[in-house]
C-alpha cells in the first residue's frame, strides 16, 4: 500500500515573509528624495517622465512648475546655493535637456550641487533617432560629476541617493540621470535608501601648524572668501575669529555675504569689474589664504595677477585636484568652510598692531567705495545711484539680492548691504537670465525674508517669463530693472576694441512694468531721477504688502556705470 505523504500545513505568515510592497520605479524616485529631505523640485513636464509627475502629486515635494527648461535649471542650481541640499530640476528629452544645459553648465562653473532628471525614449527606440533623441553622454558628460541612465529600474532607489551624495561630495556639481520612460513605468519592490554622509574633511596638526607660522609672519595677510559651500555657521565662525584677529577678509566676484558688508573685517569684492584697490591688493599682500575658492581666471583677471611662484598661497579646498586654480600653491588644507572655520577657532595668534593697521586701512576703502551717492535727485534720466541711495536705507536686515550677468550688476556688489548669509544669489559663470529665475527660487526658498533682484533689460527679457511662475507660486520678489537700451559689459568692451563703431548691441525695449502688471504683478515705471524717491517708497510698500512681486522699471542713461 502506497503510503500518501500530505505536506506539512504552512505555517502563519509573519510580517518579515509577507509579500513586500511594491511601486513604480518613477514613484520610488519621488520617495527617495522625500526622504533625503528635498523640498522642492523646478519642473517642465513632458510625456516621457510622466511616471514621477505622478508620484509627486501626493508627495510633500513642492513641485514648481516652470516656464522653460533653462528657468528651470537656473531655479535649481540657486536652490543648491541655499542650501543645504542639491536643487533637483526635471525637464524631458532632446529639446528640454538641451534648454537646461545652461544651468547645468552654472553648477558645474559654480560648484554648487544640483540633480538634473531628464526623461527619455523607451529602451527600444534607442538608436534609431526616435522622437527627441539625444546622446545624454555626449550632451552632458563634459560639465556634469556623473552622467547616469536609469536602464535598470530595480536600481531607481540607488542611482537617486547616489546622486545626491555625488552632487555634494568632494568638490560640489551637478549630477545627470537620464529616466527612460518605459523603465520608470515599471513595478519594483520598495526598500530603504539611507543617506550617505558626505565628508567634511578638516584641519591636520600640521595644517594647523603651517597655517598659523604663516599668519604669525605676515605683516599683510589676506583672507579671500568664496564658492557655494557655505552655511551660516561657517560663515559666523570665521567672521567672529578674523573679527577678533583683526584680519581682512575680500570676497570673491558674486558671493559677497560670507564675511558680513557691516564687519570691520570685510574690505570688499574682488573679481571683474573689481574697484582698484582689491586689485592692487592681491599684489601687495604678502599671505593669500583663500577658502572655498581657488586663485582662477576671474580673481586673478585672466591668469595676470599674482602669478609668481614665491608668492605664499594657503588654499582650502575639499578638492583634492584643486581643479581651476593657478599660481603658487604653498599649502592645500583638504577642508570644506564649515570644517576649515571650526578649526580655525584652535588657532590663537598674537596680536600685532601692524596687521590691525592693514585690515583698518582696507576696511576704510571699502567703507569708501561703498557709501551711497547724495539723497537728493538729480536734473535728467532715472540714475540707478539715486536708486539705491534710497532702496539701501529701507532694506531689512537680512534681505538678499539676486542678480545675473551685466554691467547692471555692480550697483550690487558696491552698495547691497549683505549681511546674514546667504545674502547674495548670482552666477560665476557670467550667464544671463539667472536674475528672475534665482529671485523666484530665494523667495521660494526663504518666504520671510526680502529679496531683492536686480537684472538688466537684456538680461530680463532672457527668463523674465518666469515672473508668472512667481505669481504661481506666491513667490514676492522686489525686482528692478535697469534699462538702458543695450548689453551694457558688451558694449564697454566694443568701445575698448572699436571705439565709436557700435554693433550688434542696441535694444529696443517694451514697458516692463506693463509686462510686470500682465504676469500677475504690480510695476512701476521711473524715467526721471526726480521720480525716484516716490517709486521706491511705493516699491517697498508693495513689497511689504507681501501680496505680489513688484517691478520697478528704471530708465537710465547709456554709458552710466556703478565704478
Keep these: 500500500m502506497t503510503q500518501l505523504i500530505s505536506a506539512p500545513a504552512p505555517a502563519p505568515a509573519s510580517a518579515a515573509d509577507a509579500a513586500p510592497t511594491t511601486a513604480t520605479a518613477g514613484h520610488e524616485i519621488v520617495r527617495v528624495l522625500e526622504e533625503h529631505g528635498i523640498r522642492r523640485t523646478f519642473v517642465v513636464p513632458g510625456e516621457s517622465y510622466l511616471e514621477v509627475l505622478d508620484g509627486l502629486h501626493e508627495s510633500s515635494i513642492e513641485t514648481v512648475i516652470c516656464r522653460h527648461e533653462g528657468g528651470a535649471a537656473y531655479m535649481a542650481e540657486a536652490e543648491g546655493k541655499l542650501g543645504p541640499l542639491p536643487g533637483i530640476a526635471m525637464v524631458t528629452r532632446g529639446p528640454g535637456a538641451a534648454n537646461a544645459l545652461v544651468g547645468v553648465h552654472t553648477a558645474w562653473q559654480d560648484s554648487t550641487p544640483m540633480v538634473l532628471f531628464i526623461g527619455l525614449i523607451p529602451l527600444a527606440h534607442r538608436h534609431k533617432e526616435a522622437f527627441q533623441e539625444f546622446d545624454v553622454d555626449g550632451w552632458f558628460a563634459a560639465g556634469a560629476k556623473s552622467v547616469v541612465i536609469l536602464d535598470v529600474a530595480e536600481r531607481a532607489q540607488e542611482v537617486v541617493a547616489d546622486a545626491l551624495f555625488l552632487a555634494r561630495a568632494g568638490r560640489p556639481g551637478p549630477v545627470v540621470i537620464g ?11 520598495q526598500h530603504q535608501q539611507p543617506e550617505l554622509p558626505v565628508a567634511e574633511g578638516g584641519m591636520t596638526a600640521n595644517d594647523l601648524e603651517a597655517l598659523r607660522d604663516a599668519l604669525e609672519t605676515a605683516e599683510k595677510p589676506l583672507f579671500v572668501t568664496g564658492g557655494s559651500d557655505w552655511d551660516a555657521d561657517a560663515s559666523a565662525r570665521l567672521t567672529g575669529w578674523l573679527e577678533q584677529h ?4 575680500v570676497a570673491e566676484w558674486r558671493t559677497e555675504g560670507i564675511v558680513p558688508f557691516d564687519s570691520p573685517s570685510y574690505a570688499g569684492p574682488i573679481g571683474y569689474g573689481r574697484p582698484k584697490p582689491t586689485l592692487d591688493v592681491l599684489e601687495e599682500c604678502d599671505l593669500l589664504v583663500f577658502v572655498g575658492t581657488l586663485p582662477g581666471d576671474v580673481v586673478t583677471n585672466g591668469f595676470l595677477v599674482r602669478q609668481g611662484w614665491e608668492r605664499r598661497n594657503f588654499l582650502v579646498s575639499i578638492d583634492p585636484t584643486l581643479r581651476g586654480r593657478s599660481g603658487a600653491v604653498s599649502h592645500h588644507i583638504l577642508a570644506r568652510p564649515g570644517a576649515f572655520a ?3 577657532e584652535r588657532i590663537d595668534l598674537t596680536p600685532d598692531d601692524a ?12 567703507r569708501a567705495f561703498s557709501t551711497l551717492s547724495p539723497r537728493a535727485p538729480k536734473p535728467g534720466p532715472a540714475s540707478m545711484d539715486t536708486v539705491m ?3 539701501v536705507p529701507q532694506l531689512d536686515h537680512d534681505a538678499l539680492v539676486t ?9 550690487a556688489h558696491r552698495y547691497f548691504p549683505t549681511r546674514v548669509y546667504p545674502s547674495m544669489v548670482s552666477c560665476g559663470n557670467g550667464s544671463m537670465g539667472y536674475s528672475i529665475p534665482s529671485a523666484v527660487a530665494a523667495s521660494l526658498h526663504f518666504p520671510e525674508r526680502q529679496v531683492v533682484s536686480i537684472a538688466g533689460d537684456g538680461e530680463f527679457l532672457m527668463n523674465g517669463q518666469e515672473l508668472a511662475t512667481a505669481k504661481q507660486l506666491g513667490a514676492t520678489p522686489l525686482v528692478i530693472v535697469v534699462d538702458n537700451q543695450e548689453y551694457g559689459t558688451i558694449r564697454t568692451h566694443q568701445e575698448r576694441r572699436h571705439p565709436g563703431r557700435v554693433s550688434g548691441t542696441q535694444l529696443e525695449n517694451p514697458d516692463f512694468a506693463m509686462l510686470a502688471n500682465a504676469y500677475g504683478g504690480f510695476g512701476i515705471r521711473v524715467e526721471t531721477d526726480a521720480e525716484v524717491p516716490a517709486a521706491v517708497e511705493q516699491a517697498l510698500s508693495r513689497w511689504r504688502a507681501g501680496e505680489r512681486f513688484v517691478l520697478l522699471h528704471v530708465i537710465t542713461e547709456q554709458r552710466s556705470q556703478a565704478y
Design 403 to 411: 542678480f545675473g550677468a551685466g554691467e547692471h550688476t555692480n550697483w
Design 355 to 366: 596687521r590691525a593697521d592693514w585690515t583698518a586701512r582696507l576696511r576704510e576703502q571699502q
Design 179 to 189: 529616466l527612460p520612460e518605459d523603465v520608470i513605468r515599471e513595478t519594483i519592490p
Design 389 to 391: 541711495a534710497h532702496l
Design 246 to 249: 583683526r584680519l581682512p577678509a
Design 342 to 344: 571650526r578649526d580655525l
